[in-house]
C-alpha cells in the first residue's frame, strides 16, 4: 500500500490532500502522513480525513512514507532535509521551485527516486495540470489521480514553465484594480468584484479542456476594429506592458537558474 508522505503542510500540500481524499473518484483515499509544523492546518486535515494523519516529526514522515513530497519552502530545504535519514528505496517528488534534481540528490543521499513537480491550486478538485521531471511512474500515479500529467523533457522546460506561474499574482491583482475602477464608478464592491471574474472566467473556463490554445489568435478573436477591446489593448501596449511581462519573466527565471543562464 502507498504511503504518500508530505514535509512542509501549506496551501498546495493541503491542496493535494483533498485533492488524493476527495469523494468523487472511484479508488479509495490512500494513507497520508504529514509533518507536525504548521501544526493548525495538519491537525485540520486529519481530522477531516480518516486516512490523513500528522506525525511526530519530519523523521517520522520518512520513516512512514513510501512516497514522500517536499512542499518546504526552498530557502528552508537545506537546513530540514540535511537532518534527516532517507532510505535509498524511498520515492521523493519535490514541489519545491528551484531545487534542482542533481541538488535534491545531494541532500537526500541515497536516494535516486527523485522527480520535481509543479502542482496548482486545481489539484484539489482533480483539474490539475501539473509538469513532471524527470518522469516517475510514483509522480505520474498521484498527479494522474488529480488531473493531468505533463511529462517535460528537460530541466530547462521545467524552470521555464515554473517561471510561469509566478504570473498569477500580477493577474489577480489586474483584475483587482479593474474591480476597484468599478467600485469608484459606484458599483457595489461585491457586484463589481463578482462581474470581474465572471468575465474572465467566462473567457477562460472554456479552455481547461483544450488540447492547444494560441492566446494571440483569441485576442484577434475578442477584438473589433475601432472597438473597445482595441482601444484599450493599445494603450497597454503604448505603455510598453508586454515588453515588461517578458522582461520580468526573465528575471524569475534568472531567480530560479542563476548557474544555468
Known amino acids: 500500500m502507498t504511503v504518500y508522505g508530505i514535509i ?15 469523494t468523487d473518484q472511484s479508488a479509495s483515499p490512500p494513507a497520508v502522513l504529514l509533518s507536525p509544523r504548521n501544526a493548525q492546518l495538519a491537525a485540520e486535515l486529519a481530522q477531516q ?20 513530497l517536499l512542499c518546504l519552502r526552498p530557502q528552508e530545504a537545506q537546513a530540514a532535509l540535511s537532518a ?21 540528490a545531494d541532500l537526500m543521499t541515497p536516494v535516486t527516486d527523485l522527480a ?4 496548482l491550486p486545481a489539484v484539489e478538485l482533480g483539474e490539475g495540470v501539473t509538469p513532471l521531471f524527470p518522469s516517475s511512474p510514483a509522480a505520474v500515479t ?12 528537460d ?9 510561469s506561474t509566478a504570473t498569477v499574482a500580477a493577474m489577480l491583482k489586474y483584475m483587482a484594480t479593474i474591480s476597484a475602477w ?24 472554456p479552455l481547461q479542456t483544450a488540447a492547444a490554445v494560441d492566446f494571440g489568435a483569441l485576442s484577434h478573436e475578442h ?18 506592458m508586454f515588453r515588461e511581462v517578458e522582461g520580468g519573466l526573465n528575471q524569475v527565471l534568472q531567480r530560479l537558474t542563476p548557474h544555468q543562464n
Open 8 to 22: 512542509g503542510v501549506g496551501a498546495i500540500s493541503a491542496a493535494i490532500v483533498r485533492g488524493l481524499c476527495r
Open 49 to 68: 480525513f480518516p486516512t490523513v494523519r500528522v506525525a511526530e516529526s519530519n523523521q517520522h514522515v520518512v520513516d512512514g512514507a513510501s512516497v514522500l
Open 84 to 104: 534527516l535519514t532517507f532510505r535509498p528505496e524511498l520515492t521523493v517528488i519535490s514541489v519545491m521551485a528551484g531545487f534542482t534534481v542533481r541538488g535534491l
Open 116 to 119: 520535481r513537480s509543479i502542482p
Open 142 to 153: 498521484l498527479f494522474g489521480r488529480l488531473g493531468t500529467v505533463i511529462e517535460v523533457p
Open 155 to 163: 530541466e530547462r522546460t521545467f524552470e521555464a514553465l515554473s517561471a
Open 182 to 205: 468599478l467600485a469608484t464608478k459606484g458599483v457595489s464592491a461585491p457586484l463589481a468584484s463578482r462581474y470581474v471574474a465572471a468575465v474572465f472566467a467566462g473567457v477562460l473556463t
Open 223 to 240: 477584438q473589433t476594429p475601432g472597438g473597445l477591446n482595441e482601444q484599450f489593448l493599445g494603450v497597454l501596449e503604448q505603455a510598453g
